[in-house]
């Protein structure tokens, strides 16, 4: 007789392995990032950061070749990691451009006319390639959603002016954003009943959306209060309105990365995490809220 096939999981259990993956994860990352040893704060945190980039690349570059659309994976796999590699040495001081943050945005803008250049001189070279356009845009979306993305986590870590407490805004939006997707799965689960957009994401709720937003902002306040002394120009307003703000955007991350799947015909990004799939759907929700928390932070909190 063949064998059974496993029985599908159920909403409890699949919340539980998700909880445990997204924590045992970030748990290392965090501690990495307030260890007292600047080797360990430093440079394991980047080299963790810039796995994370590379691996969700190369999950979407796969995805992309799911699509059937031509992509130059390797050299956007190489961009991004100089573009991870380059931020950090800008950010800590080793190129001798720290202390501004339009500095460090120079680089990567630099840096991408570069790579978009280089894309270019990429195809010239290519002699099977007869979808130029295609490739060159989709390996440039590919760089510029995942490691870009990702990138504003350390130009918030190491965000000058703030004595080392960057890491307090870091672990602030990663703990709003997992609360988010938390508080839409769980109310979601519970009391969905009204679809948001169905033939992207058939599980996202409107109630889940509310969920969302009310345990967001609910954490968001709950950490002001007990570590807004380590956050520069934060009070109680700040958290609600990033509460609300973040929750949203985290929302639509997700919803995004539901578009890419969907149009790649895959469930999961991947396999890497049980209970969560591959390494884009445990970044989905943070892509879009590091540069949101990046900008608030930069133009509102600090701004003279």
């Keep these: 007789m063949s064998a ?22 970030w748990a290392v990352i965090l501690c990495a990032m307030f260890s007292p040893n600047h080797l360990i704060s430093n440079g394991v945190f980047v080299l963790l950061i810039a796995t994370l980039a590379l691996a969700g690349l190369v999950e979407f570059y796969g995805m992309v070749e799911k699509r059937g659309l031509a992509c130059f994976k390797y050299s956007g796999l190489v961009g991004g ?4 590699v380059g931020t950090f040495l800008n950010v800590t001081g080793h190129l001798g451009t720290s202390g501004s943050p339009a500095r460090v945005n120079d680089f990567e803008t630099s840096f991408l006319i570069l790579f978009v250049l ?65 508080g839409a799965y769980l109310v979601g689960s519970l009391i969905g009943k009204h679809k948001m957009i169905p033939r992207i994401s ?36 700040h958290a609600v309105i990033l509460g609300v703000v973040l929750s949203s955007t ?44 990046y900008l608030y932070l930069r133009h509102i909190l600090t701004h003279p």
């Design 81 to 84: 990691g100089l573009l991870m």
């Design 118 to 182: 280089g894309l270019c001189v990429r195809q010239f070279l290519a002699k099977d390639n007869s979808a130029g356009i295609t490739a060159i845009a989709v390996t440039l979306l590919g760089l510029m959603y995942v490691p870009w993305l990702l990138n504003f986590i350390q130009k918030i870590n190491f965000f000058p002016g703030l004595g080392g407490d960057g890491k307090f805004y870091v672990f602030y939006f990663i703990l709003l954003t997992k609360f988010s997707d938390m």
């Design 4 to 25: 059974s096939a496993s029985p599908t999981p159920s909403k409890v259990q699949v919340f539980l392995r998700r909880s445990v993956s997204t924590l045992v994860l």
């Design 250 to 293: 985290a929302v639509i991350g997700d919803l995004i990365e539901s578009l890419f799947k969907r149009e790649a015909g895959v469930k999961d990004s991947g396999k890497f995490f049980p209970g969560i799939g591959g390494i884009l759907d445990l970044l989905d929700s943070l892509l879009f809220n590091a540069p949101i928390m």
């Design 202 to 237: 058939p599980a996202k709720t409107w109630e889940g959306f509310g969920g969302a937003i009310v345990v967001s902002t609910g954490a968001s306040l709950a950490f002001v209060h007990f570590f807004g002394s380590h956050m520069l120009g934060m009070n109680t307003l």
